[in-house]
Each structure stands twice: as C-alpha cells, then as structure tokens.
C-alpha cells in the first residue's frame, strides 16, 4: 500500500472513533440532562420585628436595596441606574458590573402589605422570576419569604442543581441585613413607614368645620362620619377608600384647626348645606403608614416632615389621615392603622394639578 495513503487511511479511522466518541459523551449528556429537572425554586425566610406595612414598604423600594443586598455589598464596581419609577409595581433599575455583569430587574406586580413578583434579566444568562411574601404573625411581627425561581433549557440543566448553594447564601444574608435594618431603626419609626406614590382624584363627600384641638376626639370623627354615612345611604356600598380627614389649617399658637370629615363613594348625590361634595388631591405625595393609637399620629406627621426636609419636598395640598382600621371590629389600638398623605412638590416647583 502507498505508504501516503496508509497514513491518510489511518488518520481517517481515528477521526472516526473520535467522532463517535464525541457522539456517545454528547448524546449521554443530553440524556443524563433530560434526568434532570428543568425548574428551580430557591426561597429562604426570616421573621422581622415590624409589621408587614413597614416591611412591605422597605423591600418594594428598589432604592433601599443597596442598604441591604449582598450583591451591592460584594460588587464595588457596580454602578446603578434607576428608573423613573423606583417603588412598587412598574418600578425598575439597571445594573453595570466589571465582574458581575450587566442587568436589570422589575417589579411587575404587587398586593400591598402581602406580595411582590419581580423580574431579574442576567445579560447573557437568561431571566429568573423573584417573588416577595409578608405575613403577619400572632405577635404582631412579620413572616418574610424571599422566593427564585426559574427554568433551564435542556443543555444547562446541570446549571440548577447548584442554585441552592449559589443563591441561598446570599438571600439569607440580604433577608438578615433587611431584619436588622428595620429593627434599628427607632421603635416610633417601625410602627411607621415612609414612602413617595402617586394617588388618583376621587370623588368624596365631606363636611368641614374649624374647632379647637380639644374638640377632636372620637365623637367628632364619628358623628360627622355617620352623618354622611345617613346621607349617602345606599350609595356607602360605593366606598372606594377608608374614612379620612383632610386638615386644611393647622393653628398651634390658638390650638385650633380647620377639619374636613370625609367618606370618599361615587354617587349622583349633589351633596347639601353641611354636606359638600369634592375631589380628592391627584398627584405626588409622601404616603406614612402608621400603626398604633390615634393619638401617636402626631410622631408620623412630625416624620414626614422630616422625610420632606431631607429628601427637598414642600407642601403642596392639604394633608389628610386615612383611618384604615374599623375600631368597631379591632379593639387592640395596638394594630390600628392610619395613614397619612401629604401633597408634595419639589422645593421650588409647581404643584400637580
């Protein structure tokens, strides 16, 4: 035989019997994947000292994430870009990273005070779906859950079964971070929480009087609020928010105030002498979430305050209160909730219409 076409011969044989052995390590990985599961689920759970109001209001704003994320922590060259909308459902950020890449997440649904879904996109690397759980316990605290879940296409199958030990870590490091931050903070600001939303105008049905500060106890509050409970009548099944009382005027040197009771329902009733009817503020403003006893509202107005100051907001609007608990159904003042709304502007801007 040409010794020429021995050699290719020969090399041609080999190539062959590497080819099949690439065939059978290909074709065995692809079975030993289809083994494997194609969904993964990472969760991990921790109770904090607050009630879910509070702690919902923490997590679903994306700005406080570097507070508490690990990821933030473990990554100096990450740079972040934020949305135009930061907290709550529609809320976005992106990310830049020499070493941990680039990406983006959103928040694409959420039940206030309950849940949060969001989305997170590794470029390059896919998409995980994160989901967020605060449960009340009986001792007034809050269950938090912090859930990933995804699945791999056939080939990277491999990839999950090291999820656990790649994201488990670091959610209970974010989820002990989250814990100790709301826990430190002062007792008067865990039974609170601050944040800045959006509100729609709805129609409302209020009476309005100017009385002093010792005048505003619970019968105030109740006989206005069932005067026009009795004028609305059938049209209160139309509720579309809590009770609430917007303060138009606040004097501290003669200790008076001008107060606007008021139920917000749609109705074709054109309101009376004592009963008017309006539209509530539609813009901006610094939402506070307080629980705990009326008369502790007085500390939540004083943080908003503080939030406005240090955060270059002013006043745009009337504050009101939303008294979101029913002290006919919930005795314990302790779990009473009330929250307040003030219209805001930017320092030197012009208010929402």
Partial sequence: MNPTKYKTVKKMKALKIILIILVVVIGGY????????????VERTTVVDANPEVVYDYVSDFTTWPEWSIWFERDSTMKTVWGDKTQGEGATYSWTSESSGNGNQEILATEEDKSMKTKIVFEGMGESDGYWKFEPTEDGK????????????????????????????????????????????PKAKTNSAISVIEVE?????????????????????????????????????????????????????????????????????????????????????????????????ADMHMAIDEYMV??????????????????????????????????????????DE
Avoid at 157 to 180: C, H, S, T
Avoid at 312 to 335: F, H, Q, R
């Fill in 142 to 185: 809050t269950k938090v859950t912090w859930g990933f879940s995804g699945r791999f296409p056939l080939y990277a199958r491999i990839a999950g079964q090291g999820m656990e030990e790649a994201v488990g870590p670091d959610f209970e490091a974010g989820l002990e971070n989250i814990k100790e931050n709301i826990e430190s903070m």
């Fill in 30 to 41: 692809f079975i030993w994947m289809s083994t494997l599961p194609a969904d993964y689920n």
């Fill in 201 to 297: 105008s709805m129609p409302y049905y209020g009476i309005t009087e100017e009385i002093s500060w010792s005048e505003m106890g619970p019968d105030f509050f109740g006989q206005r609020f069932g005067a026009i409970g009795q004028y609305l009548d059938e049209d209160m099944a139309n509720m579309t928010s809590a009770p609430f009382a917007i303060y138009h005027e606040w004097d501290d040197e003669n200790q008076r105030a001008k107060v606007e009771v008021a139920i917000a329902a749609t109705s074709d009733k054109p309101g009376n002498e004592r009963i008017k009817k309006g539209n509530t503020y539609n813009g901006t403003v610094v939402k506070g979430i307080y629980m705990g006893p009326y008369d502790g509202t």
């Fill in 310 to 351: 240090n955060n270059n907001y002013e006043m745009a609007g009337s504050p009101w209160e939303s008294y979101v608990t029913d002290p006919a159904e919930e005795p314990d003042t302790a779990k009473w909730v009330t929250e307040v709304y003030y219209p805001v502007m930017p320092a030197g801007g012009t208010a």
